[in-house]
T-cell receptor, first 116, second 113 residues
Framework: NAGVTQTPKFRVLKTGQSMTLLCAQDMNHEYMYWYRQDPGMGLRLIHYSVGEGTTAKGEVPDGYNVSRLKKQNFLLGLESAAPSQTSVYFC???????????????FGPGTRLLVL | GQNIDQPTEMTATEGAIVQINCTYQTSGFNGLFWYQQHAGEAPTFLSYNVLDGLEEKGRFSSFLSRSKGYSYLLLKELQMKDSASYLCAVRDQDGGATNKLIFGTGTLLAVQP
């Protein structure tokens, strides 16, 4: 059971380049999330998905797109990278929550992205 | 608006007790989480409160007062490995359908010998 995995672990991009970050989970979770973490800002939600084929915007969605074609995978795309997108990106997944249950989010190891 | 406040940094001594506070103002409330995050690693789940009172889990305890919008994480018998960031997160009204969490900025705890 690998849990939540992310690729790549580290990437350097030039301004204007594009890239896709891949998140995979093997826990059969319905929900998946992409966050960015910056010093002094905490974890901020970029996009999330409550099921295969569905996505929704989070707190800071501009400049990012996502897709969830398979239940176990959640992709985050940067179409034209900007220095402001330099950050650590975390993917997370969870089961559907019902009252009386905890249903914590499980996080991947993160991707460090540097945009020059 | 949504707001979660935690102290930015704290320092404590090995073997001592430390309390990390969290206050929140959110649209509704469906539970509060504490996560631990070591430098360069992913956040990992520590504790959960949804009803008022204290939840104890070994050296870690977490308290919640919903009427005051307040929680704290208590760490006893501090060890050097407890040096990490501690993140407070709330599942608000919207989180009931999406399990979304709103995170505070985290408290960086340094444990000194």
């Amino acid at each position: 059971n690998a849990g939540v995995t992310q690729t790549p672990k580290f990437r350097v991009l030039k301004t204007g380049q594009s890239m896709t970050l891949l998140c995979a989970q093997d826990m059969n979770h319905e929900y998946m999330y992409w966050y960015r973490q910056d010093p002094g800002m905490g974890l901020r939600l970029i996009h999330y998905s409550v099921g295969e084929g569905t996505t929704a915007k989070g707190e800071v969605p501009d400049g990012y797109n996502v897709s969830r074609l398979k239940k176990q995978n959640f992709l985050l795309g940067l179409e034209s990278a900007a220095p402001s997108q330099t950050s650590v990106y975390f993917c997370a997944s969870s089961s559907r929550w019902t009252s009386g249950r905890i249903e914590t989010q499980y996080f991947g190891p993160g991707t460090r992205l540097l945009v020059l | 608006g949504q707001n979660i406040d935690q102290p930015t940094e704290m320092t404590a001594t090995e073997g001592a007790i430390v309390q990390i506070n969290c206050t929140y103002q959110t649209s509704g409330f469906n539970g509060l989480f504490w996560y631990q995050q070591h430098a360069g690693e992913a956040p990992t789940f520590l504790s959960y409160n949804v009803l008022d009172g204290l939840e104890e889990k070994g050296r870690f305890s977490s308290f919640l007062s919903r009427s005051k919008g307040y929680s704290y994480l208590l760490l006893k018998e501090l060890q050097m490995k407890d040096s990490a960031s501690y993140l407070c997160a709330v599942r608000d009204q919207d989180g009931g359908a999406t399990n979304k969490l709103i995170f505070g900025t985290g408290t960086l705890l340094a444990v000194q010998p």
